[in-house]
């Protein structure tokens, strides 16, 4: 009898889950959150930055591939205005993207949404181009084994007081963070980098989920019991 509840309460959480955004940290002061179509994000105004974006990656998403003209603009969503592409000149970051273009390979609206200034955060290009996309890949490819995954990612926000640039004053973070959930097998993985880093296994940054949230002060998958 008390296998079949469990049964029971399990299949009622399942359902639950299903009709809820299991990707979507717990809501913190001076957010404005935002639902695009394909991901979420909280946009903190202060840093002219986005705190997380988090979203959902199927095994069909991972395995999609279309042709996508880059073009960043501000997001229109953003009730103050994101940051612009005119903060962006000569102030020796390129754009990196939170919600990696690599998995937003779907359709032509979603990698419109990647070049969204509220996905953009400022990176060297080399921790962009042998760090941030090493992680992106890897994690595209555990979507692809694992069939769904839940990802959110973001600056570590806590380390601020930060220099900034631009004439939004962009804030330039210290280390970002991402943290992947896989549901169905009940197990995650987080990671926090420091931006100045060019190269070295991601592997070196992995830690738990639990510790990401001590970094960040950020409660991940909120919705599901601990």
Known sequence: MKIF????????????????KIELPAPQPREQIVHHEYYSLSYIEGYELASWVAYELTKEEANAEIEYKVKYREDPDIPTGSATTKD?????????????????????VSARESFYLSNIVPHKL??????????GNIIKAWAYECGSL??????VL????????GPSKVSIPERYYSVVLDLEDERGIGFVIRSS????????YAMSIDEVEK?????FFHILPD
Do not use: C
């Open 150 to 155: 839940y990802i959110a990612s973001g600056p």
């Open 88 to 108: 962006y000149k000569n102030a020796g970051y390129i754009m990196g993207q939170l919600a990696f273009i690599e998995h937003m390979m779907m359709s032509e």
């Open 5 to 20: 509840s469990t049964v029971i309460i399990l299949g009622l959480l399942t359902n639950i889950y299903a009709q809820e």
């Open 158 to 165: 806590a380390d601020a007081p930060f220099g900034t640039f």
């Open 197 to 204: 880093m060019s190269s070295s296994s991601v592997k070196r």
């Open 126 to 135: 080399s921790f962009n181009k042998y760090v941030w996309k090493t992680l």
């Open 215 to 219: 970094i960040t002060g950020i409660d």
